[in-house]
């Protein structure tokens, strides 16, 4: 996830609400058990404030059993989180039933800053109704929240739950968890009501075998001292009363396996790190409030390939059904590029090819594209080099114009650095001052100086009329580098 998140869950087994479904709504707490679940809290709480620094934390939410947010040390310890400089995001799951401004203030005068606050709220329709419901989200939204909102996808609940859509401010996010337990599958019809509603229901569909190697960026502590990778996963005793940061564990080589055959809910799948979940839902994609980028940029060998193709797919049609147009950035031709991503080229809207030498927007009645080609001069300086440094010469050409150069080598000679700045000094001086080289294992590529991925995402977004800032880009190599840094995108590779 590229920024590691916590997740808390207390000893509170107690909700306000009485859903038919829950076993939480059965149990009352006693006053000494609420005790409990408080100096659990605060005990994290100050550990958390201690340890977060050192351990890399920027990010926190309550996962608990029941309804923690009607209790006020929630809102302070989370405001007490959120003041903290290295805190980025903390925010809870809750059935939205607290007061909502009486909250917000006491939140804000224990130094909570609202910008940080993150809120999932559960729609229950046994419990409240939609135009309530809906009401207390305006007045999170209102009050500078950022929030998502969602229900279980029970079938009979279509009609009510397009209502709430309806009502529902359209900056938050609706989301429908599958529904478990149906003793069959959904109906087409149902799944085309449901995507219409959230766009991203699709991955719910989807089944993930778990992978405890997708999972090194998040934590789940437990306020009795156990962790977990996640909240399905197997419990580990690594320290007492929650304080489980001065174990100074590595997020690379965290001491437990995942004990599950597959992710089964979102907090699970939700924060691994290979299946477009960053793309979608920004760096702490567990809050599960989109990213809304206004264009994505997704490199192919290491991030497309490298994930899951299902939830690839699930991923590219989320973003469809936002109407948020995705673009390939590869240091491939477009050819090969369309050959290595022939199931999913439909849902993409042109791209950076060849390292940025050639740009395509095919985005509707705008249709673009541009190639930046080099100066020639330099091949026959190259053909010259090519016996005594083991490598033939690739061009890709267009109107007969050279846009890029591989000097391909076999698999078994990769270049090195030393060799690539040899051959590149074979070239005059006149040439190789408006060139640039780069290496990718057994090629060595060569470009127009100034032209990269970052200038392919410039120029493509000034087609577009947006922001570099306001487009999100995703890559797992230097040359990807530099048009994350554009972007605003620090985290590398979201296929894991």
């Not at 050192?54 to 309550?62: E, N, P, S, Y």
């Not at 998502?148 to 996010?173: D, F, H, M, S, W």
Request: proline share 5%; with cysteine.
């Amino acid at each position: 996830m590229g920024r590691r998140m916590v997740l808390y869950r207390g000893s509170l087994k107690s909700c306000n609400y009485h859903c038919s479904y829950c076993p939480f709504s059965k149990h009352r707490m006693a006053g000494r058990e609420l005790e409990k679940d408080r100096m659990q809290w605060e005990f994290f709480v100050q550990s958390y404030e201690k340890y977060t620094e050192a351990a890399g934390i920027h990010a926190l939410m309550v996962a608990p059993y029941g309804e923690a947010m009607l209790h006020p040390w929630y809102w302070e310890g989370l405001a007490r989180i959120s003041a903290l400089f290295e805190t980025e995001a903390a925010g809870a799951q809750t059935n939205l039933s607290f007061p909502v401004q009486e909250s917000l203030e006491l939140y804000k005068n224990m130094g909570g800053k609202i910008e940080k606050l993150r809120i999932w709220a559960t729609f229950h329709p046994e419990m409240v109704s939609g135009r309530d419901f809906a009401a207390s989200c305006r007045s999170l939204h209102e009050a500078g929240v950022m929030l998502c909102a969602g229900a279980v996808g029970v079938p009979e609940n279509i009609p009510l739950l397009k209502q709430l859509r309806r009502e529902l401010p359209p900056q938050i996010y609706l989301w429908i968890n599958r529904m478990d337990g149906m003793q069959r599958a959904y109906t087409p019809q149902e799944i085309q009501d449901f995507v219409s509603i959230d766009p991203y229901f699709s991955r719910e569909l989807l089944t993930h075998a778990a992978d405890a190697a997708q999972c090194r960026e998040r934590l789940f502590v437990e306020g009795n001292g156990n962790v977990r990778l996640c909240n399905i996963s197997r419990p580990e005793q690594l320290a007492r009363g929650g304080d489980a940061w001065d174990q100074k564990q590595d997020a690379d080589h965290l001491p437990f396996k995942c004990s599950r055959r597959q992710c089964t809910c979102y907090l699970a799948y939700g924060g691994r790190d290979n299946l477009m979940n960053q793309v979608l839902f920004g760096p702490y994609p567990l809050f599960r409030i989109p990213r809304r980028a206004k264009a994505v940029f997704l490199d192919i060998e290491g991030t497309l390939l490298a994930a899951e193709p299902g939830s690839v797919e699930a991923g590219l049609k989320a973003l469809a059904g936002e109407n948020i147009p995705v673009f390939f950035a590869t240091t491939l031709p477009y050819k090969d590029a369309v050959r290595r991503c022939m199931p999913i080229c439909r849902y993409f809207s042109g791209g950076i090819f060849a390292a940025g030498a050639h740009l395509r927007l095919m985005n509707g009645a705008r249709e673009k594209e541009y190639f930046h080609c080099l100066d020639e001069s330099c091949i026959p300086d190259l053909q010259s080099a090519a016996r005594r440094y083991h490598f033939r010469i690739l061009s890709c050409r267009s109107n007969g114009r050279c846009y890029k150069l591989t000097l391909l080598r076999a698999h078994r000679r990769p270049w090195d650095s030393v060799q690539a700045g040899e051959v590149f000094l074979q070239i005059p001086d006149s040439a190789r001052k408006n060139l640039r080289y780069f290496i990718e294992d057994n090629c060595l590529q060569i470009t127009a100086k100034g032209v990269d991925k970052a200038y392919g995402v410039q120029k493509i977004c000034a087609w577009l009329g947006i922001r570099p800032q306001e487009a999100y880009a995703a890559g797992d190599s230097s040359e990807d580098l530099c048009m994350m840094q554009m972007t605003g995108s620090s985290y590398t590779n979201p296929a894991g």
